[in-house]
């Protein structure tokens, strides 16, 4: 790191590119999903992008005619997309809204459109049909999709903790049993053991009461099927979005899509098409999300970086009495309202933390009230939020104290036994593991010292031949949060294999420069918050170089 004639650390290049990046693009910066995107192309067939988001299910199947990740995470998506795409051959040629004429390219200039589709004019409408060569990719790829969800519903495996996963999955199972009726020798899919259709039926009878909608359902609304579409007690945010889900957004404007160019909710789901050339993220807008995780890592880390006084501002502004959501749209959450705290604490701004008492369960934090099991990573961030106004406010001890000490002894008693964490919030123990293991190492008091050392003795064991950690293979992010256990937890220098463990690490992040980040994330499918991956991967990089 240089110094400034003045003594300064100057900023590092990556890092001043990333925050300004923050600031241009204050949706968010998040990968598409095979889940939200396939939901589109039922939803909402006339929005720019439909042969793009098309081209992009058939291009994201994979091998084995599933969609997204092992171990359970590819129901939800392989779902959807095959859903999708039954649902485009059945409305091929038969009349109904198609997409908009014109193709798309994305930031980067990549073209995604399906190359035989043509284009007719029907009714005044924009109609489509599909050609010889794409009817047959599509048929071929929903012909798959039945065989893997077949496999996959036979299995009765145990599927992962995703939010609303069990109203996605009948709503998506009901729908395929229905386009399927006319296909020979298919027989119907069968619900998971644990699911049933009931729940899902209440939701819609109230929907279409009119009866008020608790916001986080707000960002599933598309279960609700044909009952969503202009749901009288629903209304779109100022910028456009339900429930920060374009799938929602589609749900709620129904056929007024088409019909109402003007509609700032297809305005929206537009501007969103367009920034990724057809598919679309799963959640959108996340601001305050990435924005306090992105600063949270860099400044933890020791990155030297110019952070812009409105961004605090903005941070400082979003935090209310019942905390902050992720982004308009959404709940206010203990996760993203802790971390904009924490953040907000490290940049020497700290602001009173007493609206995390509304998300105090009386043992622990929920994410939001209510909710149905619990997240280790929720509360470790917590616990950094509060321990660090804490350092802050010394006065504030009294306050917040036994709550630190009982948050911290309650992510104690989750831990595994061979050192790890695992969580609702993100698919890779090595997240929740760094997660908590730096809260306990900075605020947990000596009772954590054991706890912090097993797990980075769990981390030493698990790094990969070639450097890097991963729960299913390698991967930049995964390496990122390794290496911050080992060189941000326990007594500097004490330990000389993780100094030696984080420059393999170090050597990885190097190689892999450049290189996608596959989806790791928790929501109705898996995503990638990449400015927030970046950061991560940045600020251990920058760990490593220090220590060497």
């Known amino acids: 790191m240089s110094i400034t004639a003045q003594g300064v650390p100057e900023t590092i290049p990556a890092a001043d590119a990333l925050l300004t990046d923050l600031m241009r693009r204050p949706w968010g910066q998040v990968s598409p999903s095979v889940y939200e995107t396939g939901r589109l192309v039922t939803l909402a067939p006339w929005l720019v992008g439909h042969e793009e988001r098309l081209a992009f299910l058939v291009a994201t199947q994979r091998p084995d005619g599933s969609w997204g990740a092992p171990d359970g995470y590819g129901l939800v998506p392989t779902l959807s997309a095959t859903e999708a795409i039954l649902s485009a051959l059945l409305r091929d040629g038969h009349g109904a809204p198609g997409a908009d004429r014109h193709r798309l390219e994305s930031e980067d200039g990549d073209r995604h459109g399906l190359e035989g589709a043509e284009r007719h004019g029907l009714e005044g409408a924009d109609r489509y049909s599909l050609g010889e060569a794409d009817r047959h990719r599509l048929e071929e790829a929903a012909r798959r999709g039945l065989r893997a969800l077949a496999d996959c519903l036979g299995a009765r495996r145990e599927l992962p903790d995703m939010p609303a996963i069990e109203h996605i999955v009948p709503s998506l199972v009901a729908l395929i049993n229905q386009h399927v009726q006319a296909l020979p020798g298919q027989p119907p899919l069968p619900l998971p053991d644990d699911m049933s259709y009931d729940t899902l039926a209440l939701i819609r009878s109230w929907i279409a009461a009119g009866t008020e909608v608790p916001e986080k359902l707000l960002h599933a609304l598309e279960i609700a099927g044909p009952a969503a579409s202009g749901a009288p007690a629903v209304a779109p945010t100022a910028i456009g979005t339900v429930g ?30 367009r920034r990724h050339g057809g598919p679309v993220p799963v959640g959108v807008p996340i601001t305050v999300f990435e924005r306090g995780w992105v600063l949270s890592w860099l400044i933890r880390a020791g990155v030297p970086i110019d952070v812009p006084p409105e961004m605090v501002a903005d941070l400082r502004a979003a935090i209310g009495p019942a905390g902050t959501p992720a982004g308009p749209g959404l709940p206010a959450d203990a996760d993203t309202t802790s971390v904009a705290l924490y953040a907000l604490s490290l940049l020497g701004a700290p602001y009173e933390p007493d609206s995390l008492w509304a998300f105090h369960s009386g043992t622990h934090f929920s994410t939001w009230p209510g909710e149905q099991g619990s997240s280790v990573s929720v509360n470790a961030h917590v616990l950094d939020a509060f321990g660090q106004y804490v350092a802050r406010r010394p006065a504030a001890a009294d306050r917040y104290g036994a709550a630190i000490t009982g948050t911290a002894e309650w992510i104690r008693d989750r831990q595994r036994p061979d050192g790890s964490w695992d969580d609702r919030w993100h698919a890779s123990p090595y997240y929740a593991t760094a997660s908590c293991a730096l809260a306990l190492d900075e605020f947990g008091g000596e009772e954590s010292a054991a706890a912090v050392r ?12 070639d450097g890097s950690w991963g729960r299913w293979e390698g991967t930049a992010e995964e390496t990122a949060y390794a290496m911050m256990t080992l060189l941000l937890t326990g007594p500097r220098g004490s330990d000389p294999r993780r100094a030696e463990a984080a420059a393999r690490g170090h050597a990885h992040l190097v190689r892999s420069a450049g290189a996608d980040h596959p989806p790791l994330w928790h929501d109705k499918d898996l995503y990638t918050p990449v400015a927030v991956v970046r950061a991560a991967v940045l600020a251990s990089s920058y760990l490593a170089q220090q220590a060497c």
């Open 244 to 273: 920060a889900s374009p799938a929602a957004t589609a749900a709620w404007l129904g056929e007024r899509g088409w019909r109402d160019a003007d509609d700032p909710a297809r305005g929206h789901l537009e501007a969103l098409a």
């Open 454 to 465: 097993a797990a980075a003795d769990w981390v030493l064991d698990g790094q990969r031949a």
